[in-house]
Nanobody, 124 residues
Framework: QVQLVESGGGLVQAGGSLRLSCAAS????????MGWFRQVPGKERDFVAG????????RYADSVKGRFTISRDNAKNTVYLQMNSLKPEDTAVYYC?????????????????WGQGTQVTVSS
């Protein structure tokens, strides 16, 4: 069982930066693939970024490539999402997700564990 708690969301102007954090419970954090997803009202939860359990493999949605960076610190049981050059269309609730036996990193249904979400609002 893994519990995930996101933090770091907020209101920022376009072009600004935010860093989201996701703190995980449990002693086996390093064995989990971690992902960030985002969701706006009335739409599906979309993949943003993912990082493999050993941290050697990352993937990004095309819409955030070159602007967002996912990283993890297994010693702190934490995964981060550094978001730069933010745009109004990045406004959403951002969720952290974890799974040990992931099949497809980019698919929300692949993850068993989710955080409660943190709101990111980018003003124009």
């Amino acid at each position: 069982q893994v519990q995930l708690v996101e933090s770091g969301g907020g209101l920022v102007q376009a072009g600004g930066s935010l860093r989201l954090s996701c703190a995980a419970s449990g002693r086996t954090f390093s064995r989990y693939t971690m992902g960030w997803f985002r969701q706006v009202p009335g739409k599906e939860r979309d993949f943003v970024a993912g990082i493999s359990w050993i941290g050697g493999s990352t993937r990004y949605a095309d819409s955030v490539k070159g602007r967002f960076t996912i990283s993890r610190d297994n010693a702190k049981n934490t995964v981060y999402l550094q978001m730069n050059s933010l745009k109004p269309e990045d406004t959403a609730v951002y969720y952290c997700a974890a799974d040990m036996a992931i099949q497809t990193m980019t698919v929300a249904a692949s993850y068993d564990y989710w955080g409660q979400g943190t709101q990111v609002t980018v003003s124009s």
